[in-house]
């Protein structure tokens, strides 16, 4: 079984920073991608970043220049540095990665449960 497990979400004034963790537990053999993604109620969840095995990274427009994705490989755990956060931020952020349990299973994917992420103006 493998698991997800977010923390780092919380309420913060427009401008401010928070730190969002993901650890990824359990049976995996290689984790290739871990990211962020984002949802608010009625929409669906889109990309936030993004960041490969071998430390490539991709952002959202939105979030360029504002937040910065970063992994530990060791223990399998990946980062979400948000700063100058705005209301628009205002979601709740998934964890995902796409990660292999043994040598000879296919890629999947797995989400973590979320965590909310509230910025007042």
């Known amino acids: 079984q493998v698991q997800l497990v977010e923390s780092g979400g919380g309420l913060v004034q427009a401008g401010g920073s928070l730190r969002l963790s993901c650890a990824a537990s359990g049976s995996i053999f290689r984790i290739h991608v871990m990211g962020w993604y984002r949802q608010v109620p009625g929409k669906q969840r889109d990309l936030v970043a993004v960041?490969?095995?071998?430390?490539?990274?991709a952002y959202a427009d939105s979030v360029k220049g504002r937040f910065t994705i970063s992994r530990d490989n060791a223990e399998n755990t990946v980062y979400l540095q948000m700063n100058s956060l705005k209301p628009e931020d205002t979601a709740v952020y998934y964890c995902?990665?796409?990660?292999?349990?043994?040598?000879?299973?296919?890629?999947?994917?797995?989400w973590g449960q979320g965590t909310q992420v509230t910025v007042s103006s």
């Open positions: 995902n990665a796409e990660l292999q349990r043994t040598y000879w299973d296919p890629r999947r994917e797995y």
């Open positions: 960041t490969t095995s071998g430390g490539s990274t």
